[in-house]
């Protein structure tokens, strides 16, 4: 019998690869809780409707991308292949535009699930931080959240120089009329558009803008673009957030073909690319979505904006610019016993330090002490704590630094401090 190999584009995270992993999501973390982000926990799992009209009917993902199943209640389930969805249904289901206090100020992270064609950087599970902002209409807030999403960027350890923010206006849904009948008598005009473009119009004819087909960059390149048609309101708010992110040194690329896969964006979209990651450079992304909560059924206009940003391409885009932060051992301590008599002694100094907050661990299989010390130069740590006989009888431990290789006694009690961790 053979061990079952994981399932094609999920990845396993090991260390120590995985604390790079954790070290980015906790700088995303940190940035949303340090401008009032409150974390939500949402399920993996919702009502595939949530996504079906959430996402939008003409995107990739609701065509083809979503793990969709039938529950043995006969309910159809989906995993969550984004979180904005999600969340804005768990604050809609809790009455939040009505509780006051708005704007509302979330963030979120977890798992994704996309059954997309996995290649470098793109992956059927992945991970995501993301921040939401629900109930106002203020181009500050657009500002602030693109700012965190760069900031967060920073935090993780990518530089400025390698970091490109694409942004663009998409204007009021109320807008698009006009424009997409241009837009189509444009597409109209041009022979042979590939049968997967013809499809995608028929539903949303932005979707033309995001499509992959032999030639269709070309033939986009003339099209109209909604940023030329959007309300003057529209235009002003997408000036004042220019403006208050320029003035906070956020360098933008304006890019007019940004146009995201994702049918629910409204006025300002943006995205976050790195260099260094091949044809998936999209770190992160992000927009306003002023009528999704109505696309969800909510009866009234409950305006949000937000990101996400993506772990496991931020994690490639470190390495690729060779920018991994540096990381702290897996232990600060290693305990050696002398003897395997002693494992309840040593299991207690590694209970007492770890009580302490100093991260420890122990040797088992009552190695040499030669192998225990091999163990703890392996684990990173940079103390040694030696307990044999003698350091039992007088109530010590023997501390060594495993770097400088010096050695002394220290009182049992006094361990903790004299680590200075
Ligand atoms: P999106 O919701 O498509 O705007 O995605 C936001 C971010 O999540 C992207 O910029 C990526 O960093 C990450 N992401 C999205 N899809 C995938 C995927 N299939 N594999 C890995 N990361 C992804």
Same mark, same amino acid.
Request: proline share 5%; glycine share 10%.
């Given at each position: 019998?053979?061990?079952?190999? =994981?399932?094609?584009?999920?990845?396993?995270?090991?260390?120590?690869?995985?604390?790079?992993?954790?070290? #980015?999501?906790?700088?995303?973390?940190?940035?949303?809780?340090?401008?009032?982000? @409150?974390?939500?926990? #949402?399920? #993996?799992?919702?009502?595939?409707?949530?996504?079906?009209?959430?996402? =939008?009917?003409?995107?990739?993902?609701?065509?083809?991308?979503?793990?969709?199943?039938?529950?043995?209640?006969?309910?159809?389930?989906?995993?969550?292949? @984004?979180?904005?969805?999600?969340?804005?249904?768990?604050?809609?289901?809790?009455?939040?535009?009505?509780?006051?206090?708005?704007?509302?100020?979330?963030?979120?992270?977890?798992?994704?699930?996309?059954?997309?064609?996995?290649?470098?950087?793109?992956?059927?599970?992945?991970?995501?931080? &993301?921040? @939401?902002?629900? =109930?106002?209409?203020?181009?500050?807030?657009?500002?602030?959240?693109?700012?965190?999403?760069?900031?967060?960027?920073?935090?993780? &350890?990518?530089?400025?120089?390698?970091?490109?923010?694409?942004?663009?206006?998409?204007?009021?849904?109320?807008?698009?009329?006009?424009?997409?009948?241009?837009?189509?008598?444009?597409?109209?005009?041009?022979?042979?558009?590939?049968?997967?473009?013809?499809?995608?119009?028929?539903?949303?004819?932005?979707?033309?803008?995001?499509?992959?087909?032999?030639?269709?960059?070309?033939?986009?390149?003339?099209?109209?673009?909604?940023?030329?048609?959007?309300?003057?309101?529209?235009?002003?708010?997408? @000036?004042?957030?220019?403006?208050?992110?320029?003035?906070?040194?956020?360098?933008?690329?304006?890019?007019?073909?940004?146009?995201?896969?994702?049918?629910?964006?409204?006025?300002?979209?943006?995205?976050?690319?790195?260099?260094?990651?091949?044809?998936?450079?999209?770190?992160?992304?992000?927009?306003?979505?002023?009528?999704?909560?109505?696309?969800?059924?909510?009866?009234?206009?409950?305006?949000?904006?937000?990101?996400?940003?993506?772990?496991?391409?931020?994690?490639?885009?470190?390495?690729?610019?060779?920018?991994?932060?540096?990381?702290?051992?897996?232990?600060?301590?290693?305990?050696?016993?002398?003897?395997?008599?002693?494992?309840?002694?040593?299991?207690?100094?590694?209970?007492?330090?770890?009580?302490?907050?100093?991260?420890?661990?122990?040797?088992?299989?009552?190695?040499?002490?030669?192998?225990?010390?091999?163990?703890?130069?392996?684990?990173?740590?940079?103390?040694?704590?030696?307990?044999?006989?003698?350091?039992?009888?007088?109530?010590?431990?023997?501390?060594?630094?495993? =770097?400088? &290789?010096?050695?002394?006694?220290?009182?049992?009690?006094?361990?903790?401090?004299?680590?200075?961790?």
């Amino acid at each position: 019998m053979q061990v079952p190999e =994981g399932v094609k584009g999920a990845p396993d995270w090991l260390p120590p690869e995985a604390r790079v992993f954790d070290a #980015v999501e906790a700088a995303f973390l940190a940035t949303a809780r340090l401008a009032g982000y @409150e974390r939500v926990r #949402v399920p #993996v799992f919702e009502q595939t409707e949530v996504f079906a009209r959430g996402v =939008g009917a003409s995107t990739d993902i609701v065509q083809k991308e979503m793990y969709t199943f039938t529950d043995k209640g006969g309910r159809s389930l989906t995993l969550r292949p @984004e979180g904005t969805a999600g969340v804005l249904r768990a604050a809609l289901e809790a009455g939040v535009p009505r509780a006051g206090a708005l704007p509302v100020k979330w963030s979120y992270a977890g798992e994704f699930f996309r059954q997309e064609r996995p290649q470098a950087g793109r992956q059927r599970q992945f991970s995501q931080v &993301g921040i @939401e902002a629900f =109930g106002s209409d203020d181009p500050a807030l657009d500002a602030e959240v693109v700012l965190l999403g760069w900031e967060a960027l920073l935090r993780a &350890g990518l530089e400025r120089d390698v970091l490109t923010v694409r942004m663009n206006t998409l204007g009021d849904r109320t807008d698009r009329g006009p424009y997409l009948e241009r837009l189509n008598a444009y597409l109209d005009g041009i022979a042979g558009l590939p049968a997967e473009v013809e499809e995608r119009r028929r539903l949303n004819p932005l979707r033309a803008f995001d499509s992959k087909a032999p030639g269709m960059a070309a033939i986009m390149a003339d099209a109209p673009v909604l940023a030329d048609h959007v309300s003057d309101d529209a235009k002003h708010h997408h @000036e004042t957030v220019v403006t208050l992110l320029e003035a906070e040194g956020v360098p933008l690329t304006h890019d007019p073909h940004l146009v995201r896969g994702l049918d629910y964006y409204t006025r300002t979209a943006f995205e976050y690319q790195a260099a260094g990651l091949g044809a998936q450079n999209a770190v992160g992304g992000g927009g306003r979505y002023d009528g999704l909560a109505e696309d969800l059924g909510w009866p009234e206009r409950f305006p949000g904006i937000g990101w996400a940003l993506g772990v496991d391409r931020t994690v490639l885009a470190l390495r690729s610019a060779g920018a991994e932060p540096p990381l702290p051992g897996r232990v600060a301590a290693f305990v050696v016993a002398t003897d395997t008599a002693l494992r309840g002694a040593a299991l207690a100094l590694a209970t007492a330090l770890r009580r302490a907050g100093v991260a420890t661990d122990f040797a088992c299989d009552g190695r040499s002490v030669k192998a225990q010390f091999k163990a703890a130069d392996r684990s990173g740590a940079r103390y040694a704590l030696v307990l044999g006989p003698a350091e039992i009888d007088r109530g010590v431990v023997t501390v060594k630094d495993l =770097g400088s &290789g010096e050695q002394r006694a220290v009182a049992r009690d006094a361990v903790v401090d004299a680590l200075g961790l």
